[in-house]
């Protein structure tokens, strides 16, 4: 689904707004609209308000008394991930509210309206979708752990004073007939009563004494912050007054009593025990009818990595995302303890890790025995620990360097090796191993490497100069990517080769007629990293040293690349080049480079597509630089394009001080 919103959907017509309360105006959805409506709104005044509080009651008079059109604003039915973030929807009446049963609401007339064929396909989808992804109105929480009952119905409370008990003719009272009724009508099953989070996430208070209820044999009360899919999914019948999980029992075809009158009820979908609404019982829709105009007609959505409006096929793929990405390591069930990370590492580590509980510590004896920990590329873990997660630069890392202080948009998290140590298994080797890709994944994968290659992005995307094949040279050009002397991935990938110098010489003996470049790592150049204890031996060993040139114009040019482990030799393969590795980088040993030391764990054949899907979409973790969030690598590189364009030429005034002191502590030592 485009992340732009469809050509035929009607946008409101906002014409000149008049905001009753200030922070409608900063609505990422109504920043949206105020977009698309530049320059062609009319002078019409609006009034925009908060739904039945003070702002809407306020927008609904003045545009009484005045003769001018009004909004009633609410939170969409995908709110977001954390309550705290940014809303990603926003539902808007002209009519009155959709959890407002005494009036009719802009929803209503939407649900009576027949759906057309196509309409009716996207809806299905749209159902499908929704329960692959199993997305609920807030995201954050994960499922729940503890043990569900073979058979059991589900009671929903909600917090006492909700404004959609009173608007949708219920009382107090309605939360124990509901209780009642699953213990009348189910007499053989389980009672689950689910606690409205706010309970206990903001210690409101629900319509039940669960100190009474804790003893009762037949009720099993959930009491703790969890996402509500698993209790729906399993149920035999779901009871609600009014709350929006009653629509979401609904996708997922289960029985739905309720017994207030929320916008969901009174259409032949549901068990209603309130007879006090009778004009919507005229007309019986169908779930597609209801889903679609609640989830796509009411609704207007905002694509959080660039703020505009977009469909909500594209919100429920994001907020998929991000739940499958938060989930990745509970099965660990234990805290994490992120260990010997910098001040400036802190944040990203939780972003990076986001849905995690992480305590920082600076040595791995204060990491509890209890706990996972967390550590960075190949250091030492502790030897008592739940598990380890090692942590590492991607392959799409950044513009500009780590070393440098660069924020990063990838990293990998690594729960049984990491990439680079070839001596055991790591997380990438068993994907590339085991892996089966669809064919829509495959093609997913060569689009993405296609982008790359287009683009010119590389894993730091800097800025260099031209470099040109020399004239008049019919021999092959080799290209002999130097990397840091002391690189962990020459120390645990490489055994016979371990030195540039070594490289290089051995490059030479084999290629007599040869012209040999040689790259310096980046680092080693801006004086990051130390320089090799022979580097003044390296200009003898080949034909030309270049400094500066962009690499990726100089993979272009060349016909074959010569390494150890760099990454340059993946990026030179993915651009179709012939690679020769003297180590065994994650990229080898799987019938696509010429293996100088093949690694006889590694015995699959792959094709180009193949080694992308595992190396740039299964494996590494991304998080866009614009919402902070977890993010797909096609968003990573388009962002790497806007920060390469934009990027300035000269390097920051902090950051040369920073080079200037790195170069200080590396001469000392």
Known sequence: MSLIIKKERQLPALGSPEFTSRPIRQHPVIQALLRCAAGHSDDRRCWLGWGKKRSGLSAQTKAEQNQEPFYLLEDGFIRSVEREDAPLSLLMDDCGIYYDARSPSRLEKLIEQP?????????????????????????????????????????????????????????????????????????????????????????????????????????????????????????????????????????????VTCFG???????????????????????????????????????????????????????????????????????????????GFSRWKKPFVRQFLAGYSIRFVRNKNKCPSEAVAVVWGSKEAPDACKAVLRIEDGFLRSSGLGADLVRPLSWVIDDLGIYYDATRPSCLEKILSESQWSESELERAEQLRTSIVKSKLSKYNLSGSDWKRPKNINEKVILVPGQVPSDASIRLGCQDIRTNSQLLKIVRRNNPGSYIVYKPHPDVVAGLRKKDSDWNELNSLCDEVVLNADGMHMLEQIDEVHTMTSLMGFEALIREKTVYCYGQPFYSGWGLTEDYTPNIRRNRMLSLQQLCAGSLIDYPVYVSRCSGAYSRPEITVQELIFCKLSRSGKTLLWKNFYRYFSKLILSKK
């Open 115 to 255: 759906l057309e064929h196509d309409e009716i396909l996207r809806a299905d989808a749209l159902i499908e979708q929704w329960k692959a992804e199993k997305v609920s109105k807030y995201n954050a929480s994960p499922e729940y752990s503890g043990e569900l009952p073979e058979n059991y119905v589900l009671v929903i409370d909600q917090v006492a004073g909700d404004s959609s008990i009173e608007y949708g003719l219920a009382t107090p009272d309605s939360f124990q007939q509901a209780l009642e009724a699953a213990l009348n009508e189910y007499p053989e099953s389980k009672v689950l009563l689910k606690v409205h989070p706010d309970a206990f996430t903001r210690s409101r208070c629900g319509h039940f004494d669960l100190d009474k209820l804790k003893n009762h044999h037949r009720i099993q009360v959930i009491n703790e912050a969890c996402h509500p899919v698993k209790l729906i999914k399993h149920s035999s019948h779901v009871y609600v007054v009014t709350s929006q999980i009653g629509f979401e029992a609904l996708i997922w075809n289960k029985k």
């Open 261 to 339: 009158m929320p916008f969901y009820a009174g259409w032949g979908l549901t068990d209603d025990r309130s007879d006090s609404l009778n004009r919507r019982y005229k007309t019986p829709v169908t779930l597609q009818q209801l889903v679609f105009s609640a989830l796509v007609k009411y609704a207007y959505y905002t694509q959080p990595e660039t703020g505009e409006l977009c469909e909500v096929e594209s919100i429920i793929s994001w907020v998929g995302l991000q739940r499958r990405m938060r989930e990745r390591f509970q099965y660990l069930n234990a805290p994490m303890c992120a260990i």
